[in-house]
């Protein structure tokens, strides 16, 4: 069960596809960092970009620094901003945040690596960004240990994945996750947000009550982040009044 209120949700698996270019990786990074600062919560990353990046998305959320930027404002202490990016780069190691690289690394590792952060780093929510790039096992029972994983922990799982595009060399094994993650998640979710966009959707395409709806959410371009991630929470508290009738 989620020890916060960031979802307000009781299922252990939720799965959010978007096409590429919607802002997938920034609305995980934008839920990571609604967790971090106003749910105290443990976070687990598992994502294939460099730990280095993401931090760069988080400082340029909290700074309000363009995320393009960054890359030169590290180098060049002369710089105005240069103490504002260095102290909140300082401020998002006193998170409870680990990020873990998963690019080409095997489901069973990827599994250990859950369960040592569970345990040891008292993580409170999982967050995977491009599961296909985790390798070996089988698909599907590689989705469904993760269900059962993130039940037996207690801890929710939400896992991003892309629409495959028919230059990928990976459409079938996206192709195949996505089919299975619609299938086995609790809840799953579509980003729509067409390229260069500020207005997002979130549409709802499974949840526990059925019902089918979308939650508006807002882009930032300079810092790539979504602002209102506490419209989902807000959601899924309303809908589950509504259950209760």
Same mark, same amino acid.
């Given at each position: 069960m989620m020890t916060a209120d960031l979802f307000h949700l009781t299922e252990p698996l939720t799965h959010i596809a978007s096409y590429p270019k919607a802002g997938k990786t920034s609305?995980? /990074?934008?839920?990571?960092?609604?967790?971090?600062?106003?749910?105290?919560m443990g976070v687990l990353f598992c994502s294939a970009s460099k730990e280095r990046n993401i931090r760069h998305r988080m400082v340029s959320a909290m700074s309000d620094i363009d995320l393009?930027?960054?890359?030169? %404002?590290?180098?060049?202490?002369?710089?105005?901003?240069?103490?504002?990016y260095?102290?909140?780069?300082?401020?998002?190691?006193?998170?409870?945040?680990?990020?873990? &690289?998963?690019?080409? %690394? /095997?489901?069973?590792?990827?599994?250990?690596?859950?369960?040592?952060?569970?345990?040891? =780093?008292?993580?409170?929510?999982?967050? /995977?960004?491009?599961l296909h790039q985790v390798v070996g096992?089988?698909? #599907?029972?590689?989705?469904?240990?993760?269900?059962?994983?993130?039940?037996?922990?207690?801890?929710?799982?939400? /896992?991003?994945?892309?629409?495959? #595009?028919?230059?990928? &060399?990976?459409? #079938?094994?996206?192709?195949? %996750? =996505?089919?299975?993650? =619609?299938?086995?998640?609790?809840?799953t979710m579509w980003l729509d947000r067409p390229e260069y966009e500020i207005a997002a959707q979130l549409e709802v395409i499974k949840q526990p009550?059925?019902?089918?709806?979308?939650?508006?959410?807002?882009f930032t371009p300079r810092t790539a982040h979504f602002t209102d991630v506490e419209m989902i929470g807000l959601h899924f508290i309303l809908t589950e009044l509504e259950k209760a009738g």
């Open positions: 609305l995980a /990074v934008s839920l990571a960092l609604d967790a971090l600062i106003h749910h105290d393009i930027e960054i890359e030169y %404002i590290k180098e060049c202490p002369e710089d105005e901003k240069y103490k504002k260095n102290d909140t780069l300082t401020a998002t190691f006193n998170f409870n945040f680990i990020a873990c &690289d998963i690019r080409g %690394i /095997v489901f069973e590792e990827f599994r250990r690596k859950c369960l040592y952060h569970a345990y040891y =780093n008292q993580v409170e929510l999982i967050v /995977v960004d491009d096992g089988d698909t #599907q029972s590689n989705i469904q240990e993760l269900k059962k994983l993130a039940s037996v922990l207690g801890i929710p799982c939400i /896992v991003f994945t892309p629409l495959p #595009q028919a230059e990928d &060399d990976s459409i #079938q094994k996206v192709t195949k %996750i =996505n089919a299975l993650l =619609n299938t086995y998640a609790d809840v009550t059925g019902k089918f709806s979308g939650i508006p959410l807002s």
